[in-house]
């Protein structure tokens, strides 16, 4: 059974950092492309973040271009974000996401929610102003 767990969100200052982790087990992490989502209050739930299988391929929401940068170590089992110059908009549950992937889609990153197969039960990250 495919476990997906977050960890690492909190209450911070605007300008402040976080460190999201999401730790996957039951599944080949390494053949597994990860995205992160958000869902703010009142809001539908909005792309963050993306990488492939082998993390050398991401994209981001124009929204945090520049100040977020996803990662991860296949050998722990683990994709992260990097949160820097957090504003009270980056207020949400944040969630991590996986699909598998195959030899050719192993290039391949989602930014489309309907296109993953597993979630974690999400982390909330408070910006205070």
């Known amino acids: 059974q495919v476990q997906l767990v977050e960890s690492g969100g909190g209450l911070v200052q605007a300008g402040g950092s976080l460190r999201l982790s999401c730790a996957v087990s039951?599944?080949?992490?390494?053949?597994?492309?990860m995205g992160w989502f958000r869902q703010g209050p009142g809001k539908e739930r909005e792309f963050v973040a993306a990488?492939?299988?082998?993390?050398?391929?991401?994209s981001y929401a124009d929204s945090v271009k520049g100040r977020f940068t996803i990662s991860r170590d296949n050998a722990k089992n683990t994709v992260y974000l990097q949160m820097n110059s957090l504003k009270p908009e980056d207020t949400a549950i944040y969630y991590c996401?996986?699909?598998?992937?195959?030899?050719?889609?192993?290039?391949?990153?989602?930014?489309?929610?309907?296109?993953?197969?597993?979630w974690g039960q999400g982390t909330q990250v408070t910006v205070s102003s």
């Open positions: 039951g599944r080949t992490f390494s053949w597994y492309a």
């Open positions: 990488i492939n299988q082998s993390g050398g391929s991401t």
């Open positions: 996401a996986g699909h598998p992937t195959t030899y050719y889609s192993r290039n391949n990153y989602y930014t489309d929610s309907r296109q993953y197969d597993d």
